[in-house]
């Protein structure tokens, strides 16, 4: 792969760390091979290499997405599109929504729930460089009971022996980590409610023994505050929501309530973070065309629950929960702006963004930084996103996996 360098005004070697002027990245064959002052770094280059400089702009690590759906279109009713499409129909559109996450700056994202391991199919069509693509992490058909969440997907279990065939079928298939629904949730007509619980500690901790003998991770998609608290004893790696949502008065009584005792939502925050448990809040860019149907209410609990996550040293990580209704692939860098609106400062959102969002996905030797020896993911932006995180949403050039992309001119507004 020909060598390229990349100067600009300034680079982010790494949120939160040193920012050099005047600066340039060398790259070639995916991995970075070195950072530095212009003077420095340019006489370095081998004969050959192509030369792109940005005045006025910044080069950062690529953008990670902790939270994708592929197989969805972020259309009102996803699932009915999605039975109606053959896989091959199907693929074809997931390629385009990739290229989408990727004209955003997204160099990473985690697809955490498919079907028919198709997800397995685009990632190593991007890595073989035959699509354009951010790299891919993938979790198959998210594990979930009979009729439950998201059931239409092909991960169906019921009790722990049921659990553990199904996350080693998960696994054989080609799946990088494994996905558990918890909880119930919103999308699956007829299914549980958020607050309802789909399996037991001892179900879950199944899925994490099997996911560990294989060197794989486990994200937990979890709303219901004792489904949080059985996540977290199993020793997930990830909770995807994390809303501590409770039932209703009148659910009182009713099959999947919790009865026993439940630790309070600070008391569960504080055992998070002793335990480096990762947190993907999933707010959206796509919310703020959707304000006139959100409970204000909630919403600002729910912000205000990022603000104490963070204050607590919870490693929040980012990402849009892409393809459910209203969560476009293309607005990754306006699902931000909820971190600051929580109060978070901007160099703190550009570290969930990449390094700590790399660490969670088991990627921090690899992306994340800027550094000789990383992966080539990189994004170049106008002006400075320390000081207004909208230059995100205006894309230069993107770099992933050493590949060289230049994004669509205009970000993607409406679903594929």
């Given at each position: 792969?020909?060598?390229r360098?990349?100067?600009?005004?300034?680079?982010?070697?790494g949120?939160g760390?040193?920012?050099?002027?005047?600066?340039?990245?060398?790259?070639q064959?995916?991995?970075i091979t070195?950072v530095?002052?212009?003077?420095?770094?340019?006489?370095?280059?081998?004969?050959?290499?192509?030369r792109?400089?940005?005045?006025?702009?910044?080069?950062?690590p690529?953008?990670?997405d902790c939270?994708?759906?592929l197989?969805?279109?972020?259309?009102?009713d996803?699932?009915?599109?999605l039975?109606?499409?053959h896989d091959h129909?199907l693929?074809?559109?997931?390629?385009?929504?990739a290229?989408i996450?990727?004209?955003?700056?997204?160099t990473t994202?985690?697809?955490?729930?498919?079907?028919?391991?198709?997800?397995?199919r685009?990632?190593?069509?991007i890595a073989?460089g035959?699509?354009?693509?951010?790299r891919?992490?993938?979790?198959?058909?998210?594990?979930?009971?009979?009729?439950?969440?998201?059931?239409?997907?092909?991960?169906?279990a019921?009790?722990v022996?049921?659990v553990?065939?199904?996350v080693?079928?998960?696994?054989?298939?080609?799946?990088?980590?494994?996905?558990?629904?918890?909880s119930?949730?919103?999308?699956?007509?007829?299914?549980?409610?958020t607050?309802?619980?789909?399996?037991t500690?001892?179900?879950?901790?199944t899925?994490?023994?099997?996911?560990?003998?294989?060197?794989?991770?486990v994200?937990?998609?979890?709303?219901?505050?004792?489904?949080?608290a059985?996540?977290v004893?199993?020793?997930?790696?990830?909770?995807?929501?994390?809303?501590?949502?409770?039932?209703?008065?009148?659910?009182?009584?009713?099959p999947?309530?919790s009865?026993?005792?439940?630790p309070?939502?600070?008391?569960?925050?504080?055992?998070i973070a002793?335990r480096g448990i990762?947190?993907?809040?999933?707010?959206?860019?796509?919310?703020t065309d959707?304000?006139?149907?959100?409970?204000?209410?909630?919403?600002?609990?729910l912000?205000?629950q990022?603000?104490?996550?963070?204050?607590?040293?919870?490693?929040?990580i980012?990402?849009?929960?892409?393809g459910?209704?209203?969560?476009?692939f293309?607005?990754?860098a306006?699902s931000l702006?909820?971190f600051?609106?929580?109060?978070?400062p901007a160099?703190?959102?550009?570290?969930?963004?990449t390094?700590?969002s790399?660490?969670?996905?088991?990627?921090?030797?690899?992306?994340g930084?800027l550094?000789p020896?990383?992966?080539a993911?990189?994004?170049?932006?106008?002006?400075?996103?320390?000081?207004?995180?909208?230059?995100?949403?205006?894309?230069?050039?993107?770099?992933?996996g050493?590949?060289w992309h230049v994004?669509?001119?205009?970000v993607?507004?409406?679903?594929?």
């Amino acid at each position: 792969m020909t060598a390229r360098l990349l100067t600009a005004d300034r680079l982010l070697l790494g949120p939160g760390g040193a920012t050099l002027a005047d600066a340039a990245v060398l790259f070639q064959d995916g991995l970075i091979t070195a950072v530095g002052p212009v003077d420095e770094v340019v006489p370095g280059a081998p004969e050959g290499t192509v030369r792109t400089d940005f005045p006025g702009a910044t080069v950062l690590p690529g953008l990670i997405d902790c939270h994708v759906h592929l197989v969805f279109d972020a259309g009102d009713d996803p699932l009915g599109t999605l039975a109606g499409q053959h896989d091959h129909d199907l693929l074809l559109a997931m390629a385009g929504r990739a290229r989408i996450l990727l004209d955003a700056g997204v160099t990473t994202a985690r697809d955490l729930g498919d079907r028919g391991q198709l997800a397995a199919r685009l990632r190593d069509a991007i890595a073989a460089g035959k699509v354009p693509g951010p790299r891919l992490l993938t979790a198959g058909a998210p594990v979930t009971v009979t009729g439950g969440h998201c059931w239409m997907l092909g991960g169906q279990a019921d009790g722990v022996e049921g659990v553990r065939a199904t996350v080693r079928r998960t696994l054989r298939g080609g799946a990088d980590l494994i996905k558990i629904m918890v909880s119930g949730g919103t999308l699956t007509p007829g299914g549980p409610p958020t607050w309802q619980p789909q399996f037991t500690e001892e179900e879950i901790r199944t899925a994490v023994v099997e996911a560990r003998r294989f060197g794989r991770r486990v994200a937990a998609h979890a709303h219901a505050t004792p489904s949080v608290a059985a996540a977290v004893a199993a020793g997930v790696d990830t909770l995807e929501h994390c809303t501590f949502t409770a039932p209703p008065p009148e659910a009182a009584g009713t099959p999947g309530e919790s009865t026993g005792p439940v630790p309070t939502a600070a008391e569960l925050t504080r055992v998070i973070a002793e335990r480096g448990i990762a947190v993907c809040p999933t707010l959206h860019g796509g919310l703020t065309d959707l304000m006139h149907l959100v409970d204000q209410d909630e919403l600002a609990r729910l912000l205000r629950q990022i603000a104490d996550h963070h204050a607590a040293g919870v490693r929040l990580i980012a990402g849009t929960d892409a393809g459910v209704p209203g969560a476009a692939f293309g607005r990754y860098a306006e699902s931000l702006d909820w971190f600051t609106r929580a109060g978070l400062p901007a160099e703190d959102v550009l570290r969930i963004a990449t390094v700590e969002s790399a660490r969670a996905l088991g990627l921090g030797e690899r992306t994340g930084l800027l550094e000789p020896g990383r992966d080539a993911d990189l994004l170049v932006v106008p002006g400075d996103p320390r000081e207004d995180l909208t230059a995100l949403r205006h894309p230069r050039a993107v770099v992933s996996g050493g590949r060289w992309h230049v994004p669509a001119a205009t970000v993607e507004r409406n679903p594929v």
